[in-house]
């Protein structure tokens, strides 16, 4: 394993991991507050740090379908969440991983 870099979030209100306690995201960050995962109610973040992204995939939403990718605590690697991902990057980063391969 690297060196892991933490990024810290110097806000009134951080939001943290559950498990390790690393900052995520700040409430300055919240695009809405009434977002509906299948798991329940979850709030939508523009911008969160110390994650890693997994695999992209296209998922139904009641918005219709998006791809996503699920996103993990960069420190602990617990399940966070998910994250909208746009279908150009997702294939750039498809791009990039076939040419490390190769
Ligand atoms: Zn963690």
């Given amino acids: 394993?690297?060196?892991?870099?933490?990024?810290?979030i110097s806000s009134t209100m951080v939001y943290k991991c559950k498990c390790c306690r690393v900052d995520l995201t700040s409430s300055g960050q919240i695009i809405d507050k009434n977002f509906q995962s299948k798991s329940g109610k979850a709030y939508l973040f523009n911008k969160v740090v110390n994650i890693t992204l997994g695999s992209c995939e296209d998922r139904s939403f009641v918005t219709g379908l998006h791809t996503v990718s699920d996103i993990h605590c960069s420190s602990c690697h617990q399940l966070l969440g998910w994250k909208y991902v746009s279908e150009g990057l997702c294939g750039?980063?498809?791009i990039?991983?076939?040419?490390v391969h190769s």
């Fill in 1 to 8: 394993m690297g060196r892991l870099f933490i990024e810290s």
């Fill in 92 to 94: 750039q980063s498809e």
């Fill in 96 to 99: 990039q991983r076939r040419e």
